[in-house]
């Protein structure tokens, strides 16, 4: 793609004058000054992708007529100096119409000759193809915040805003280094390109060199939000890109993040743009400080975190403000698992009380959404579709767990409940974690919470029976016999591209689930069987995780094949113990577990 040089922002008035435009809204200097009605300012969007069909069409004619000119004078200088009066051969790459009636064919017959979009068989045009994509498939639709509610309540990370700064950002610097190895590489896993994948480390390597050397030189805080975007990107390349061993280095981009905004304090909340990037990077945070158990980093404003409440808050930043106790309370959870002596029974309540407020929190921020978030039935799945004793293979090919399939208005509101979802299921897996510590260290094995564990399971088990109605809207298979092209989408974002968003939105709730001790067996081995579906059709490797989603898996023991209510088995030391039964349907599998194991278990799950 040639560079034209950095494409006017004035508003259209004086574009048209073509004189100097201060910028100002909601209409510039100039046109006060004279009187003028000023015609407004070009979408980001359209400023940074030109329609060049017409010039080039014209291009594409001028050059086909040249070339038929070029040849027509050939044949007539070969006719002067032939004796003979017969007529050249045509050559091989126009036919003879072409050649000897070049103005026969109408408009639309020219058009059809012109050439197709190129190969991507060079670095430049496969950047060029991964950033137009970006843009098109993943930045239009949550630029436009005012398209529909639902798309503005789901907002909530930094892609809504990297439309106009990477418009106004320095062409070769950090911001656009950034948004090309993550074009690169979102595009690499939809392709299974590994040439893409390669180029995507070098531009990512560039980048960060690129972003080194800026705050080395005291640029950081200057250039503010643009470094404070890259950044972001740079853990979102993590995310799409990364195995288990890079969670170190989105942790380090997160923790980079946190910094900048600390050292900006509350002037980060004057632009909206700063705004933007504050609630992006506040998301990212509490994800990693729940990964690494720890308390949330003092914010300096008297409010904290929550400083930015005089503001227009929605829906998915309250979600995150609900969620930001999460991390101390799993904090405090991991210090009363891991002290020798036995934790009192008033100790456990206190703690359990916390977690239910939290969660009771977070069932009130879902009963208060607005019903144009709210999830419709498209059918219903009999239970007799998957039979308890289901053979791997069937579950495999099973689209839908048995019950409702639910959809939504888009994937990122699917997503958005999904989160909720699994933030509940972490609270629920913070009181087991309790009570089993508590029974494993009882003389009898057995904890005087059963009820308050028999309603977390109860709760665990409703989410992920949510979470599995939601995954063939995500998939784009919601209807029998595959994928349709009914899935929603965004204004300006391809269906395509929404299956791909669909199905990296659906790992980190699948990845979660995957790890809860106490699913079935036979949900469980279904749940395992749509991750493989997800990774082999969409790109990611076998041993892909999620690190900004991060779960670590813990030792959950064997499963046994029953039908009925689902039966916890709680055993003591010397092997001995009684089940404890629960009031849901578990899908066909119970978990036979010692307190130990249920522990290392829910550990899993809230890591």
């Not at 300012?41 to 014209?58: C, I, W």
């Not at 990212?284 to 720890?294: C, D, E, R, V």
């Not at 008033?346 to 009380?353: C, K, V």
């Not at 990122?412 to 989160?419: C, D, K, S």
Request: charged letters at 20%; aromatic letters at 6%.
């Amino acid at each position: 793609m040639v560079y034209f040089g950095k494409p006017s922002t004035a508003c259209d008035t004086c574009r048209k004058r073509r004189i100097k435009c201060d910028e100002a809204r909601p209409s510039c200097g100039q046109c006060l000054r004279t009187s003028r009605s000023c015609a407004g300012y070009p979408n980001s969007l359209d400023v940074l992708f030109r329609n060049e069909t017409a010039a080039v069409k014209h291009r594409a004619q001028r050059a086909f007529s040249i070339a038929l000119r070029k040849r027509n004078l050939k044949y007539e200088n070969a006719d002067r100096c032939k004796t003979s009066s017969a007529t050249p051969p045509p050559s091989a790459s126009f036919p003879t119409s072409l050649a000897h009636a070049p103005h026969s064919r109408s408009s639309s017959e020219s058009e059809s000759e012109i050439p197709g979009p190129i190969a991507l068989d060079s670095a430049g045009a496969r950047l060029d193809y991964a950033v137009g994509w970006l843009f098109r498939a993943l930045v239009a639709g949550r630029a436009r915040l005012d398209m529909q509610a639902a798309e503005a309540e789901s907002a909530r990370g930094c892609l809504a805003i990297l439309a106009p700064m990477y418009v106004s950002a320095r062409p070769g610097g950090v911001l656009h280094g950034a948004t090309h190895a993550l074009a690169l590489a979102m595009v690499a896993n939809g392709r299974k390109n590994s040439a893409m994948r390669g180029e995507a480390r070098e531009v990512y390597g560039a980048a960060l060199r690129a972003l080194s050397r800026a705050i080395n030189a005291g640029e950081g805080e200057e250039a503010g939000n643009e470094v404070l975007m890259a950044i972001m990107l740079f853990s979102l390349y993590e995310e799409v890109t990364s195995t288990e061993k890079s969670r170190a280095a989105w942790m380090r981009h997160i923790d980079g993040a946190v910094a900048l905004v600390k050292l900006r304090g509350v002037e980060v909340l004057r632009e909206r743009e700063s705004r933007h990037l504050f609630r992006a990077v506040r998301a990212s945070m509490l994800t990693a400080s729940i990964q690494q158990g720890k308390p949330l980093a003092d914010f300096p404003s008297p409010q904290g975190w929550h400083c930015d409440a005089d503001y227009d808050i929605n829906a998915a930043n309250r979600l995150t403000i609900v969620c930001l106790p999460l991390p101390a309370l799993k904090a405090q959870v991991q210090t009363l698992l891991t002290t020798p002596t036995p934790p009192s029974l008033e100790r456990i309540t206190a703690l359990i009380s916390q977690i239910s407020a939290l969660d009771t929190a977070l069932a009130t921020w879902a009963n208060t959404l607005d019903t144009h978030l709210a999830a419709r039935i498209t059918r219903l799945v009999p239970p007799t579709t998957l039979s308890p004793s289901a053979s791997a293979a069937e579950l495999d090919d099973a689209l839908a767990w048995p019950g409702p399939v639910l959809a939504y208005p888009t994937v990122f509101v699917a997503n958005l409940w999904n989160e909720y979802r699994v933030y509940r299921i972490l609270c629920q897996a913070l009181v087991q974690s309790c009570i089993a510590a508590l029974a494993a260290k009882s003389p009898g094995g057995m904890s005087p919470l059963d009820d308050v564990a028999a309603r977390a399971a109860y709760t665990t088990q409703g989410m992920a029976d949510e979470i599995c109605a939601t995954l063939p809207f995500l998939l784009g298979q919601d209807r029998e016999g595959g994928p349709t092209s009914v899935l929603p989408v965004a204004v300006g974002q391809d269906e395509a591209a929404a299956r791909g968003t669909g199905a990296y939105f659906a790992i980190w709730p699948l990845t979660v689930l995957e790890k809860v001790p106490t699913l079935g067996g036979g949900q469980k081995r279904w749940v395992a069987g749509r991750l493989r579906f997800v990774r082999r059709t969409y790109g990611f490797s076998e041993d892909y995780y999620p690190v900004g989603r991060g779960f670590e898996g813990g030792s959950v023991g064997g499963e046994e094949k029953m039908q009925g209510k689902a039966q916890v088995k709680v055993v003591d030391g010397n092997g001995k113990g009684k089940q404890r039964e629960s009031s849901f349907d578990d899908g066909g599998g119970s978990a036979c577990v010692t307190p130990v194991e249920v522990q290392r278990g829910f550990e899993g799950v809230m890591c």
